[in-house]
């Protein structure tokens, strides 16, 4: 007998992914956002996975939680409809900021740059990261 497991939407897929990607820059685990919500950090496996489907409601309270918009969960979300918050159907561009984000380096570059209040100290390591990435383009 052959099994058909129902492959997960590609939108709850990307809902998902912003909500990880949302609860990972503010350091929170999944079993926190879970407590948050009253609902276990399996669900919110599920949720970030796509295997399971986030209720409006429960967008709403997961947008309070993470602190943003319902619609940043809906940011660059696969389709040719897509629908960006200024109401304009366009080409994303901002992809590359996203899986800059998702990866582990992303994530600990940007939680420690935050932390650094001096905008002068700010402006120095963006002026050393542009030329090692010069650096970089010349090898």
Known sequence: MIEN?????????HVGSRIRLRRTMLGMSQEKLGESLG??????????????RVGASRLQNISNILNV???FFFEDAPGENSVTASGMAEASSSNYVVDFLSSSE?????????????PKVRRKIVDLVK???AEADTE
């Open 69 to 71: 918009p319902v619609s």
């Open 39 to 52: 609902i276990t950090f399996q669900q919110i496996q599920k949720y970030e996975k796509g295997t399971n």
């Open 106 to 118: 992303g994530l600990q570059l940007n939680r420690a740059f935050v932390k650094i209040g001096d």
């Open 5 to 13: 497991k129902k492959k997960p939407n590609p939108i709850d897929i």
């Open 131 to 133: 030329a090692l990435a």
